[in-house]
């Protein structure tokens, strides 16, 4: 139960440290799957605290809470768990901070949340303890209650924009100038610890970090600033995280990343060297004040890149093994090096292989063990018998290993890789990963004000029919379901698209059948050299119920059915798919999973990247329909539009059609117009 502040107190004054941001996943799946993700990075990378995200108004706040028990209670990592106060009744703050208490948890960032709106996220007929609290505006509010309430129970850190924060109220003006008022207020009303949003702009912190260290109100003289950072786990990925954070890719990082765009592999390659070479400047900035120098990693539930990193510029603590570990180090040290299924681990660096003392093997994941000695041995005494090499092998369950296996090295680092390219909502539903990249649920990542600039007021259907036609001829920036701009794929099928939005079918993810291109091919090309790359045409869009039932039945018929896959949803819960639409004896098969998107490459295993599936459709869809839920709000309650919003919300179902023949490109497109 230990504090931040406390911790870094402790480190030798010219140490580093670390620690790790987590968001509560969307799916049970996935949540199991972070726990042993968890359990595998606390072992090998050793962070000196971790980050529990939460979500706007409370949204995430029982899985937050759960996840944080998991870090605290069960991992024994020094947690500090996310609060918003915006949007929330005093009663949940308080319930919150309470629960926070009894699993032990010292630490809180204090935050806002989304801008203030309590008469849109206000129920009817709420009971006054359960009312939205309008007292509580900015992270001051929640800073100062809390010190009011639990005194110096909490260390509380808040949150910090080197390059300014940019909110509705002043987007255009973001600066760094702009922010210095409050965060000295917000500091001073009782702040332990800052913490930064992520930035790729050394020269913008050094700025940022010279200006708060000089400040004339002495707030930040020697309060630790722990400086945030996200490793590059995707070209588009760290585009739109940017776009939506207005953190600014300096031209030199960008050019680098654009040169391998194509290539997943070297974007997380090349983005790992671009964060180590930010880390090792940043160490050389936050030095020039006495103290250990801290930094922040948003993991984005992922590990194989930011275990990279940390390795890499010597921010791992060094280990200190328990009585179990030295034993296996003795026992280690008496056998002989042996090269294990074909690994020989000779070409690490020596710092590398002092760093890994223990790591001798690597240790396979197949249903036996294999233990493959090549070479002649000079200690007969170790060979193993045939009876002997029957039995499964036991993994040494050391730092270094588990270090190895963060990595990605050996059989076993598939376990934290075989998630690697998350590809938003179209990822794996079992990955800790999957979902949107903030993990903060529904939102229309704009403001009110940007909202009714992009898409008016909307006063009948075709208005929406002509905001989503618009989106799709580049006429519009963006619709409440996708902030991006098309790209050249989705312009292959852009005339199929437009005319199933002009009938009302609004369309928010699609993509065309490719039959074996090239991975070099300019428009649909990804991975590798010398690879072919295979995808099946999908389309997912919101149609009026009525339309629905007309368009299921076509889907269960006989000359249909065997060519596609489905799932629907609508906003009161209901489920369809053709997995439960029952054969001929009317029994329901087994759930399908969908790879729609696979590439083939030399000396690798099939890549998927992009699956659809009955989990991740029910997970999506519950988050659909609440952005359609949000749009509605910007309008206010009993207005025209947020009542036709509200109607078509209600009056929906959201369908995904999957067609399975990818070598005719229209398959797909004469069967729905």
């Known amino acids: ?14 140490s580093n440290y670390f620690s790790l941001e987590f968001f509560p996943p969307k799916t049970a799946m996935g949540f199991s799957n972070l726990r042993d993700r968890l359990e595998r990075m606390a072992r090998a990378l050793r962070p000196l605290f971790v ?18 028990e998991i870090c605290q209670r069960e991992l024994s990592l020094t947690t500090c768990l996310h609060l918003t106060c915006t949007n929330m009744s005093r009663k949940m703050i308080d319930r919150s901070l309470e629960d926070a208490k009894a699993l032990g948890i010292r630490n809180i960032l204090a935050l806002r949340g989304d801008p203030p709106r309590a008469a849109e996220y206000q129920a009817p007929n709420e009971s006054p303890e359960d009312a939205i609290d309008e007292n509580f505006t900015w992270a001051i509010d929640l800073v100062r209650y809390i010190r009011k309430t639990h005194g110096d129970y909490f260390c509380i850190g808040v949150a910090t924009y080197p390059e300014g924060h940019a909110d509705e109220s002043h987007p255009l003006g973001q600066s760094l100038e702009h922010d210095l008022p409050y965060l000295v207020d917000k500091t001073l009303a009782g702040a332990d610890f800052l913490m930064t949003q992520l930035f790729f702009d050394t020269e913008a912190y050094d700025k940022f970090e010279r200006t708060l260290r000089e400040h004339p109100s002495g707030a930040f003289r020697t309060i630790p600033i722990i400086p945030g950072l996200m490793p590059i786990q995707g070209y588009q990925m760290i ?3 940017t776009k939506l954070s207005h953190a600014r890719i300096p031209d030199a990082i960008m ?69 179990k570990e030295t034993i296996i180090d003795e026992i280690a040290a008496e056998i002989p090096r042996l090269q294990v299924n074909g690994s020989d681990h000779d070409h690490m660096s020596q710092a590398r292989e002092r760093s890994r003392s223990r790591r001798q093997s ?12 090549s070479g002649k041995v000079s200690n007969p005494e170790y060979e193993a018998t045939s009876a002997e090499a029957s039995i499964p092998a036991e993994p040494i369950n050391s730092r270094a290993n588990t270090l190895a296996i963060s990595e990605g090295e050996g059989v076993l680092g598939r376990e934290a ?4 390219f998350p590809n938003g909502r179209w990822g794996d539903a079992r990955s800790p990963a999957y979902g949107e990249i903030d993990g903060y649920g529904p939102s229309l990542h704009v403001s009110h004000a940007q909202a009714v600039s992009l898409w008016g007021y909307p006063k009948k259907q075709e208005d929406i029919n002509k905001l989503f036609v618009r989106h799709l001829k580049g006429e519009l920036s963006a619709i409440p379901w996708s902030e991006e701009e098309f790209n050249d794929e989705t312009r292959t099928i852009a005339d199929q698209l437009v005319q199933l939005n002009s009938k009302g079918w609004w369309t928010v993810a699609s993509q065309p059948a490719v039959n074996g291109l090239r991975s070099s091919d300019p428009v649909f090309g990804w991975g590798p050299q010398q690879g072919f790359i295979f995808q099946k045409a999908f389309v997912e869009f919101f149609l009026p119920s009525a339309e629905w039932k007309v368009l299921h039945e076509k889907l269960q018929s006989p000359e249909v059915k065997s060519s596609v896959c489905f ?13 439960n639409a029952g054969g001929p004896t009317g029994e329901a098969r087994e759930p399908s999973t969908n790879a729609v998107t696979w590439g083939v490459f030399p000396a690798k295993e099939i890549i998927t990247p992009t699956i659809i599936e009955e989990v991740s459709f029910r997970a999506w869809s519950e988050e659909a329909f ?48």
């Open 567 to 579: 799932y629907a949803a609508n906003a009161a819960g209901d489920f369809v798919s053709s997995d």
């Open 255 to 323: 050019s680098r990343l654009d040169d391998v765009k194509k290539d997943d592999e070297k974007v997380k390659s090349v983005g790992v060297d671009i964060l180590s070479e930010i880390v090792e400047r940043v160490k050389e900035i936050t030095h020039r004040t006495s103290g250990p120098a801290g930094f922040h990693f948003y993991t984005l539930n992922l590990e194989k890149a930011v275990s990279f990193i940390v390795e890499r510029t010597h921010l791992i603590p060094p280990s200190t093994p328990g009585p």
């Open 239 to 241: 585009k739109r995280t």
């Open 626 to 673: 609440g952005i359609f839920g949000e749009w509605a709000q910007v309008y206010g309650k009993g207005t025209e539009s947020e009542a036709l919003l509200e109607k078509a919300r209600k009056n929906s179902w959201l369908v995904n059609i999957i067609h399975h023949d990818y070598v005719e490109q229209d398959a797909l497109w004469n069967l729905l117009i």
């Open 51 to 68: 980050n529990v995200t939460w979500g706007a108004g409370g949204s995430t706040a029982t899985k937050s809470l759960e996840l944080a």
């Open 362 to 373: 690597t240790v396979s994941s197949e249903t036996r063990n294999r233990v493959i000695v």
């Open 1 to 14: 139960m230990e504090k931040i502040t406390d911790k870094i107190a402790a480190l030798p004054a010219d």
């Open 417 to 420: 890789t075989w998630d690697d």
